[in-house]
Each structure stands twice: as C-alpha cells, then as structure tokens.
C-alpha cells in the first residue's frame, strides 16, 4: 500500500480504525528523506495497516497540536489511541518489529489502562486538603 498524505481535516478520519502509522517530516530535514524510503518499502509489505505522512512544514496546526518537536517522528495509533510516538528514523527490521507489536496488542487491555490513566489524572490528589 503505498503511503497517503495527511491534512489537519483529514487525520482524525484516518486515524480512528485500525493501525495507523503517522510519519511526521519536512522536506529539508536530511533524516526524514532517510527514512521516507524505508517507511514506503514497509508499507508495501503490510496491507492491512495505513502509512501517512504529514509535511509539518504545510500542516503547522496538525504538527503543533501533536506537539511535534522533532522529526521526524513516527506515531502509531490503534483505534484512535496513540500507543507509540517516537522521535528520529527507525530501520526496516524496527519498524517491521513495531508493526508486530501493534497489532498483537490486546485493545481491549489499552482501552481499560487508558481509562484507568484517565479517570487517575481526573480525581484530585491524595492527600490535598480543602480550603
């Protein structure tokens, strides 16, 4: 499957169902036209699993609000959640292994540790007194 490009209108769409793979990049940043091949040749082995890019140089608001501040960075998302960001190129045999990894999580389990870490960072401290 070859990759798509991604916009500030287009990526909640594309992110929300299945694996998503976002590699965030500019045109004159050296390790991000390292990587861009790899990221390609990957894509084409794996169907099932969407390669997008975004250029952070056209889409600012997108690459700010994924606070973005380094590239390139890959994100990974699984049914809407982020489960992986990382700053700098991967090789093929790395991301190859996050790949797997990915898709051998159980969402299930994400889904009710994501809950967990939500509802924890809604409840106030222990220990805080009221005035």
Known sequence: MATIELTESTFDDTIKE???L???WAPWCGPCRQFAPIFEKVS???ADVVFAKVNTEEE???A???QISAIPTLMAFRDGICIFQQAGALGASALESLIEKIQSLDMDEVRKAVAEQEAAEDSPASGS???
């Open 60 to 62: 600012t608001a997108l």
């Open 129 to 131: 007194g009221s005035f």
């Open 18 to 20: 299945g694996t998503v």
């Open 22 to 24: 976002v590699d965030f």
């Open 44 to 46: 084409e082995a794996h």
């Open 64 to 66: 700010a609000s994924a």
